[in-house]
């Protein structure tokens, strides 16, 4: 059974600095892996998604990278703001699954300081 | 391009009602997923529809139910609410099999008293 974990569940960090949020899944055979967004009590806003084949994606601030033999993820968010501060979901869709069917970690909740 | 809707925003209903929630899929999407998400807590795959057919279902009763209609906008049905139910639903849409990233609507919350 996928099960993934996104270490750690809370992070606050000052303004500008540069920050990891971390998701591991158990099994490897996914067909891809997504990074979300989450504001307080709204819906999910898909930042990054990363096929199999892929080691990275990009897109402004922030970088994610996939090690499908690790059984790992990370987001890279550089020069943190305030604005940043929202929960981080990682979800993975397995290779086998028809339905499409999204896995996702806890989230990390992320605060920015001024 | 008209994003991922849902309505009703909030909703609280009461033991043993039935309730029905509400999305229409972003333009051009042809897939429906509803997502459930508890307080604190990854949202919970429900079920999927592609093409107006089921295509999936997570570990969830029978009670939940959905359907999609032609213009591939969708609904989700609970019968018999227990207060478990309380949480957020998310619906999410994607264009399959071109992309399978998928873009979810606001939420609705429900509240079962």
């Known amino acids: 059974k996928q099960e993934v974990t996104q270490i750690p569940a809370a992070l606050s960090v000052p303004e500008g600095e540069n920050l990891v949020l971390n998701c591991s899944f158990t099994d490897s055979a996914i067909y891809n892996l997504q990074w979300f967004r989450q504001d307080p009590g709204k819906g999910l806003t898909s930042l990054l998604l990363?096929?199999?084949?892929?080691r990275e994606q990009t897109s402004g601030r922030l970088n994610a990278s996939l090690d499908k033999s690790s059984g790992r993820s990370t987001l890279y968010i550089a020069a943190s703001q305030p604005g940043d501060s929202a929960t981080y979901l990682c979800?993975?869709?397995?290779?086998?699954?028809?339905?499409?069917?999204?896995?996702f970690g806890q989230g990390t909740e992320l605060s920015v300081k001024p | 391009e008209t994003g991922v809707t849902q309505s009703p925003t909030h909703l609280i209903k009461t033991r043993g009602q039935q309730v029905t929630l509400r999305c229409s899929s972003q333009s051009g999407h042809n897939t429906v997923s509803w997502y459930q998400q508890a307080l604190g807590q990854g949202p919970q795959f429900i079920f999927q529809?592609?093409?107006?057919?089921?295509?999936g279902r997570g570990n969830f009763p029978p009670r939940f139910s959905g359907l999609q209609f032609p213009n591939y906008s969708s609904e989700l049905n609970v019968n018999a609410l227990e207060l478990d139910d309380s949480a957020l639903y998310l619906c999410?849409?994607?264009?399959?099999?071109?992309?399978?990233?998928?873009?979810f609507g606001p939420g609705t919350r429900l509240t079962v008293l």
């Open positions: 999410a849409s994607s264009l399959w099999p071109s992309t399978d990233e998928q873009f």
């Open positions: 979800a993975v869709r397995l290779l086998y699954n028809q339905g499409g069917k999204l896995i």
């Open positions: 990363i096929q199999s084949s892929q």
């Open positions: 529809y592609y093409r107006e057919e089921e295509n």
